[in-house]
């Protein structure tokens, strides 16, 4: 079992940045491919980038370039580093692992294990 935590949501204005950070306990990460969802009201929860144990990252298309997700695997963390935020990033932005990766890691049921969530809010 792994146990993740998410925490460094927030309101900031668009164009500021937020750190997420998803903390891991039971399980090290370095076993696992860990990814960043978000879901915004009345939405369908969405992919928004990817971290395999050997560093290889993927990101969806609407956060390419604004978007860093990075893994400590000493410190068993993961975390997704945000910039230039727009008013359609607002979500819950939730972490998860799993124990492969393939061209799935796009889909949530896809994975094994999730957080709680965490509410980013950007104003315009």
């Known amino acids: 079992q792994v146990q993740l935590v998410e925490s460094g949501g927030g309101l900031v204005q668009a164009g500021g940045s937020l750190r997420l950070s998803c903390a891991a306990s039971?399980?090290?990460?370095?076993?696992?491919?860990m990814g960043w969802f978000r879901q915004a009201p009345g939405k369908e929860r969405e992919f928004v980038a990817a971290?395999?144990?050997?560093?290889?990252?993927y990101y969806a298309n609407s956060v390419k370039g604004r978007f860093t997700i990075s893994r400590d695997n000493a410190a068993n963390t993961v975390s997704l580093q945000m910039n230039n935020l727009k008013p359609e990033d607002t979500a819950v932005y939730s972490c998860?692992?799993?124990?492969?990766?393939?061209?799935?890691?796009?889909?949530?049921?896809?994975?094994?294990?999730w957080g709680q969530g965490t509410q980013v809010t950007v104003s315009s």
């Open positions: 971290s395999a144990w050997n560093d290889v990252t």
């Open positions: 039971g399980r090290r990460i370095s076993n696992y491919a």
């Open positions: 998860a692992a799993r124990s492969t990766w393939d061209s799935t890691i796009l889909y949530p049921r896809k994975y094994d294990y």
